[in-house]
């Protein structure tokens, strides 16, 4: 199904270019753009934690109005939206939770996942509370995990959404790095910072090399998180911080400047 769309897109430029070259295009109106159907998926990252604006009735999910699926839905206006992307959420989670939305009618699909698979959360934690040998140990499992066992499990996602959505365009957005080094004189030690930054590049080279293999479409947010990282002078991603579960996600900021430009490209 992905190569047909593909083929049909180059049918349509080709003809597009004839009626240019002929000088018909003039006698023809332009086509309306279709409204289309969109259903974000995903992980905090995609749910907004951190942006505040939440939706009361999301509950723990924390679905928030500042995250770049509302934000872009809201700028759009789809003909239809449906946001699904949950905190804490993990490849089995938008497996059985999250894709009811999705039918062959669905036009756009976001979707960030795999951080929480690989124990981001834990990782951060032992990072933040127990020494660098803790850290640099704990960071490494997670790296091991991206390699070996994550690959098998974004392509049970992303062959459940190719099922369910054909025709779609798909966009997988990656995760920042999350600091800035050299930036900061307390706090984690430089080669714990060092070591995230690089588990975090594992997990985007790994995320992108399966979204090609599925056809989708990869966006890379670190161009627009660059300079803006946990010890950079204007951060659009919270350090440590309260409530705790906002630690090292996007701010507003995060999700409206290096969020959503980057997916408003890529759909």
Same mark, same amino acid.
């Given at each position: 199904?992905?190569?047909?769309?593909?083929?049909?897109?180059?049918?349509?430029?080709?003809?597009?270019?004839?009626?240019?070259?002929?000088?018909?295009?003039?006698?023809?109106?332009?086509?309306?753009? !279709?409204?289309?159907?969109?259903?974000?998926?995903?992980?905090?990252?995609?749910?907004?934690?951190? #942006?505040?604006?939440? %939706?009361?009735?999301?509950?723990?999910?924390?679905?928030?109005?500042?995250?770049? +699926?509302?934000?872009?839905? #809201?700028?759009?206006? +789809?003909?239809?939206?449906?946001?699904?992307?949950?905190?804490?959420?993990?490849?089995?989670?938008?497996? #059985? !939770?999250?894709?009811?939305?999705?039918?062959?009618?669905?036009?756009?699909?976001?979707?960030?996942?795999?951080?929480?698979?690989?124990?981001?959360? %834990?990782?951060?934690?032992?990072?933040?509370?127990?020494? @660098?040998?803790?850290?640099?140990?704990?960071?490494?499992?997670?790296?091991?995990?991206?390699?070996?066992?994550?690959?098998?499990?974004?392509?049970?996602?992303?062959?459940?959404?190719?099922?369910?959505? +054909?025709?779609?365009?798909?966009?997988?957005?990656?995760?920042?790095?999350?600091?800035?080094?050299?930036?900061?004189?307390?706090?984690?030690? @430089? !080669?714990?910072? #060092?070591?995230?930054?690089?588990?975090? %590049?594992?997990?985007n080279a790994v995320t992108a090399k399966r979204a090609a293999d599925h056809g989708f479409t990869f966006a890379d947010v670190n161009k627009t998180f660059a300079g803006h990282e946990i010890c950079s002078s204007a951060p659009w991603l919270h350090s440590v911080t309260l409530p705790v579960e906002n630690s090292y996600h996007?701010?507003? %900021?995060?999700?409206?400047?290096?969020?959503?430009?980057?997916?408003?490209?890529?759909?």
């Open positions: 199904m992905r190569l047909s769309r593909r083929a049909a897109t180059a049918s349509a430029f080709l003809v597009t270019t004839a009626l240019a070259l002929s000088g018909a295009s003039a006698a023809v109106s332009a086509p309306r753009p !279709k409204a289309v159907d969109y259903v974000a998926l995903g992980d905090s990252y995609s749910s907004g934690v951190g #942006a505040g604006g939440y %939706d009361s009735g999301s509950g723990s999910c924390k679905r928030s109005t500042k995250a770049y +699926p509302a934000l872009w839905a #809201a700028a759009h206006r +789809p003909a239809s939206y449906h946001f699904t992307a949950c905190s804490g959420a993990r490849t089995g989670d938008v497996l #059985a !939770k999250q894709l009811a939305p999705l039918t062959s009618g669905t036009d756009l699909v976001s979707i960030t996942i795999g951080g929480n698979d690989a124990g981001f959360a %834990d990782t951060m934690t032992t990072c933040a509370l127990q020494g @660098e040998t803790a850290c640099l140990n704990r960071v490494a499992t997670a790296r091991a995990y991206v390699k070996q066992t994550l690959p098998g499990k974004l392509d049970q996602v992303y062959d459940a959404i190719d099922g369910k959505a +054909p025709a779609a365009r798909v966009v997988v957005l990656g995760y920042p790095r999350f600091y800035k080094l050299g930036g900061c004189s307390v706090g984690l030690s @430089e !080669k714990s910072r #060092a070591a995230i930054n690089a588990a975090a %590049d594992d997990i996007p701010t507003a %900021d995060g999700q409206s400047k290096g969020y959503l430009p980057v997916f408003d490209s890529a759909a």
